[in-house]
């Protein structure tokens, strides 16, 4: 049975996720907005958790021009919907905020499947 969670406190998970990230990685994180919505996108499926919108550091280089921030989504309502208690849904937003932020740097799906975040 999924929980029920305001959007207030479930904005606050995501940022104590964001807040565990170590200062190290943190720091090599630029141009990058983090945002929640309540579901995906109409073209994606219904029950995607995240989503990573922009150029992986690892692709880019001195011929990359300014561009507007990266983006992070993290959708609420799946998120709400897969968890069967808060602690569940803690833990599953922590992976899924780690997961997004690491394919800013490039790190595949297979690659954080192998490392439990996936």
């Given amino acids: 049975m999924p929980i029920e969670m305001d959007r207030e406190r479930f904005d606050a998970l995501v940022d104590e996720a964001l807040d ?9 994180v630029h141009n990058l907005v983090v945002l929640v919505e ?8 219904a029950d995607l958790l995240g989503l990573y919108d922009g150029v992986a550091l690892t692709q880019r280089d001195s011929s990359t021009l300014m561009h507007l921030p990266d983006r992070v989504f ?10 069967a208690s808060e602690e ?6 922590r992976i899924t905020v780690v997961h997004e ?18």
Avoid: Q
Wanted: with cysteine; glycine share 4%; net charge negative.
């Fill in 74 to 83: 993290i959708f609420r309502n799946p998120l709400l919907d897969m968890c």
């Fill in 101 to 118: 932020i690491a394919h800013h740097f490039g790190i595949s799906d297979d690659r954080l499947h192998d490392l439990g975040y996936a």
């Fill in 88 to 93: 569940e849904l803690v833990e599953e937003v």
């Fill in 20 to 28: 565990a990230i170590p200062d190290e990685l943190a720091s090599l």
């Fill in 38 to 45: 309540d579901e995906p996108p109409a073209h994606e499926p």
